[in-house]
């Protein structure tokens, strides 16, 4: 039965997404500019803005779902690694990345695609990086935007209990009306809104959950008596049942001894920071910056958003154990954690803007999603590979028909109610970091990288993601290390193996490499 608070909850969000949509169908020409490439320098977006738009294009309903769900579930190790692991990539992305792509991509024909940057770069005038980069878009997208979907569907299934896939669906078709009539700077600019949202939903939450629970000493005491649930080197084993439930006995959850959590699982959490070298949405609102000197008030807002976003997301889902220890019995069901702190502590509409916290989220990142894979279809590789003198309304066609496609293959993964937002997410960041996120490195600091070593890198460390997730990580042991580690460490020896190899860059390549810096933008 569905709660008479749930649509009052529900309230903040129709307002919030209608003011949104009102905002969009003023700047429904913003899309068009970006599905034909075309980037005013008006829509440069600000510090504050960028710092906070590429934050919450990134998170996502994973920070508001995926991570506190694993923190609940198996305590704090795995999440606490991974969360590390973020800001320190965060800070890393933004300090050695982010001054040096905007004034090289300046210098490679002003480009403001990762695609366009890449072929640019390396003067690839037959375009088969741009392609190639265009189609690993397009396969990585499609599974982030399922994420995205799986984070609606969870959302309003447990605010109205209705049916999932009916819930997920409706979300999906949401997300892509609002993407349909949006544009790039319309994302950048809102997000500034979603950014600050997100972070007062996790501070609000986190708060009133250590209320709730009694204060920091209570809630500290009666996790204590798990095994290895505060553990920074141990992981808490929920004893389960043949299903995969976590057993429950007189009300309290089941756990076998703990875990040992070595090397080899801190390494795979703290790796996840090497993503954010290769991720599409944040490295072209980089590019985006109005002018480079900004990057560094960009960076600290940035990062201090991050790392105490993450802090929040995890101390959340440690603390709903405590509150509500049998609520879950699952990591995928423990992923609406948030959800239910939210209704039980909080007035209905208060509880509202809180859970539009999350709807922001995932909208916010579906949209970007989805625009920077039609924009790579539609201009990488219809026009620049396949169409060369195609018209405009040519290109505007197939960026929607591409919409389209990436919406119903997203629907189409996302379909499953157990699916795990966290494991979906992470499958999606380990594409992107290993396929995108070696080649940018060497690409701004290593002036012998060549067109063959780029190509070589990209694939390899698609391909290694692809494979090792699937067919080696199951062997366990060192071989159950997250898949980004070797698929990074793979795609970056392929790079420089293979540039060795092969004929050096042109002279004008290495021109502008030895003088991009000194671009002042």
């Known amino acids: 039965m569905v709660h008479t608070t749930s649509w009052v909850a529900c309230w903040p969000s129709l307002c919030y997404f209608r003011g949104r949509r009102h905002r969009r169908l003023r700047v429904r020409e913003a899309v068009e500019r970006e599905l034909r490439g075309v980037l005013h320098r008006r829509a440069r977006p600000r510090p504050v803005a960028l710092a906070l738009s590429a934050g919450a294009s990134d998170m996502s309903g994973w920070l508001l779902m995926g991570l506190p769900g694993v923190a609940y579930f198996t305590g704090a190790s795995d999440a606490m690694w991974t969360a590390i692991g973020l800001a320190l990539g965060t800070y890393l ?11 090289y991509s300046e210098v490679a024909n002003n480009s403001i695609t990762l695609p366009d940057f890449f072929s640019n770069r390396f003067h690839d005038t037959k375009h088969i990086l741009m392609t190639v980069s265009a189609l690993i878009i397009l396969l990585f997208f499609c599974i982030y935007v399922g994420s995205c979907f799986v984070t609606v569907g969870k959302l309003f299934t447990t605010l109205f209990g209705l049916d999932y896939a009916t819930m997920m669906i409706l979300g999906a078709i949401i997300v892509f009306l609002y993407t349909f009539v949006g544009g790039y700077m319309s994302v950048c600019t809102t997000d500034l809104i979603q950014g600050l949202l997100m972070f007062f939903a996790l501070a609000v939450v986190f708060v009133g959950s250590v209320t709730q629970a009694g204060g920091v000493d209570n809630m500290i005491a009666f996790l204590s008596d798990i095994p290895g649930y505060l553990s920074a080197t141990e992981i808490a084993t929920p004893v389960v049942d043949e299903a995969g439930h976590q057993m429950v006995e007189n009300g309290l959850p089941l756990f076998g001894e703990a875990g040992t959590y070595g090397a080899i699982t801190i390494a795979s959490g703290l790796v996840w920071g090497l993503g954010y070298f290769g991720m599409p949405q944040v490295l072209v609102r980089f590019m985006s910056i109005k002018h480079s000197r900004e990057i560094k008030k960009a ?210 390549v290495y021109d502008e490499f030895d003088h991009y810096l000194e671009a002042d933008v």
């Open 93 to 103: 992305n933004w300090r050695i990345v982010a001054k040096r792509l905007r004034k």
């Open 299 to 508: 960076r600290i807002i940035g990062t201090v958003w991050c790392a105490t976003s993450l802090a929040c997301a995890v101390c959340i889902g440690l603390v709903g154990r405590a509150i509500i220890p049998s609520q879950f019995t699952t990591q995928s069901a423990a992923e609406n954690v948030f959800i239910v702190l939210s209704e039980m502590m909080l007035p209905a509409f208060l509880c509202g803007l809180v859970v539009s916290g999350i709807f922001a989220a995932s909208m916010s990142s579906s949209s970007s999603y989805l625009l920077i894979s039609s924009s790579a279809v539609a201009n990488n590789i219809f026009k620049g590979l396949l169409k060369k003198d195609a018209t405009d309304r040519q290109i505007m066609f197939v960026a929607r028909i591409t919409l389209v496609v990436i919406l119903l293959f997203g629907v189409v993964i996302s379909l499953d109610e157990d699916s795990s937002i966290f494991n979906i997410v992470s499958y999606a960041w380990a594409g992107f970091g290993a396929s995108f996120g070696p080649l940018m490195l060497l690409s701004l600091y290593w002036r012998r990288t060549n067109l063959q070593g780029a190509l070589a890198g990209m694939i390899v460390g698609a391909v290694t993601v692809v494979v090792w997730s699937n067919f080696i990580a199951p062997l366990g042991g060192i071989f159950a290390i997250y898949e980004l580690l070797p698929a990074f460490v793979l795609a970056t020896a392929a790079i420089v193996v293979v540039s060795l190899l092969t004929k050096e860059p042109p002279q004008e």
